[in-house]
């Protein structure tokens, strides 16, 4: 199982809404990633968990809270959005193996959830 | 500052070979990666180079050079299904198990594939 799965897949919500998106993989990655992509843009890193713990986290507001319940898990807590906010999020989750001679890297990305905060 | 220059579109025809270039100049740098998006999807791997050199996979190519910040991505007998944006990716970093590396993406080059 080499997937990455999200839901939902659209999310329409208000300002003064709480939602959350949830992400799931069942390849054993123990990184995972949450990214905002805005159309036409390219993805942008918003957290990373790393052993179930929160390694990164790029200056996001507060309004996006995010929660790694185990390792097959992550989810992203939306409250108080914006407009602006509104965006295609994509969860990824990542692993590095050697191939051959050759080291590789990769990240897995779900289908992504594409919110419209009203 | 960081960043990654790639350019903005590219075009060609069905059959041809094109080269999609990329710069970068990061603090930290573990490797270079390239992904594809077609419109409304995912980004899907396509190649890692950690290591100066070419990487070949099918009618995918991708080159490293660190010592130029500098690497590319060269597709080979187009295909109307290879049109979508192409991006890379720089890998800022890595946890000590290896698994874990924040990507910085390039703005994308749109790539148009015309019979």
């Known amino acids: 199982d080499t997937e990455v799965t999200q839901t939902p897949k659209h999310l329409v919500m208000g300002m003064t809404n709480k939602k959350s998106l949830k992400c799931e993989q069942h390849?054993?990655?123990?990184?995972m990633y949450w990214y905002k992509q805005k159309a036409k843009k390219p993805p942008e890193l918003m957290f990373v968990y790393s052993y179930e713990k929160l390694s990164i986290n790029e200056s996001v507001p507060s309004r996006f809270s995010p929660e790694c319940p185990n390792s097959s898990l992550l989810n992203l807590h939306l409250h108080a959005l914006q407009p602006e906010d509104s965006a295609l999020y994509l969860c990824a989750s990542s692993q590095e193996e050697e191939v051959g001679t050759h080291r590789r890297y990769e990240q897995y990305f779900g289908p992504g959830t594409r919110l419209t905060v009203t | 500052g960081q960043s990654l220059e790639q350019p903005s579109e590219v075009t060609a025809v069905e059959g041809a070979i094109v080269q999609i270039n990329c710069t970068y100049q990061t603090s930290g740098f573990y490797g270079l990666s390239w992904y594809q998006q077609h419109d409304g999807g995912a980004p899907t791997f396509l190649s890692y180079n950690a290591l100066d050199g070419l990487e070949e996979t099918g009618r995918f190519s991708s080159f490293l050079s660190r010592s130029d910040s500098y690497g590319y991505l060269l597709l080979q007998e187009l295909q109307m299904k290879d049109s979508a944006s192409y991006f890379c990716?720089?890998?800022?970093?890595?946890?000590?198990?290896?698994?874990?590396?924040?990507?910085?993406f390039g703005k994308g080059t749109k790539l148009s594939v015309k019979p």
């Open positions: 990716a720089v890998r800022k970093q890595k946890s000590y198990g290896g698994s874990q590396g924040n990507l910085i």
């Open positions: 390849m054993g990655h123990r990184a």
